[in-house]
């Protein structure tokens, strides 16, 4: 099934203000939820529903995450739910009726990566297909550190591992 999805965020825009609940505490408005920009860094990973590979591909990030705070950077994993992973070290959300895939402008079948800066300008979009080629942990690490270190007025530049346009 395939999402009537607008046009994917790029680079340099600012990603849209959105929360969701928690997976587990509920989406009636009760339970915990986790906004997407705020006062720092975020890095967001939205993954396939219910997909073993990207459990793993979480699993593998929740290895990199002290490294990632280390920069500044929060991780937050984005699911459509309900069979959101558990036992990570980082919040997992739920986006049950793809608000914010629609927003950001993801497919209902794809994956993505994205980071943002502290202001919420996108640093870096990576869109992931059924292939599952998502960034390595220690590219994303990198990544952070570089936004934690650069200054968007001096034009640092970004990490060698995202393809330009």
Sequence with gaps: ???TA???IRE???LPRLTLPVAGTGSDGHGKTVTLTGQQTSLLVFVHAGCGSCESYLDELAGSLEDLQSWATRLVAVTKGPDAPDGLPFPVVVDHDSTARRRI?????????IL????GEVNEVVTIGSDHGF????QLVESAKIV??????????????VDAE
Excluded: F, H, Q, Y
Aim: net charge negative.
């Design 6 to 8: 607008k046009r994917l």
């Design 105 to 113: 402008g993801i497919g209902e079948d794809e994956a993505a990566v």
């Design 1 to 3: 099934m395939t999402s």
């Design 148 to 161: 934690d270190l650069g200054c968007g007025e001096c034009n640092v530049p970004g990490p060698e591992w």
């Design 12 to 14: 340099r825009e600012i």
């Design 116 to 119: 943002a800066d502290p202001w």
């Design 135 to 138: 960034p390595l942990p220690s």
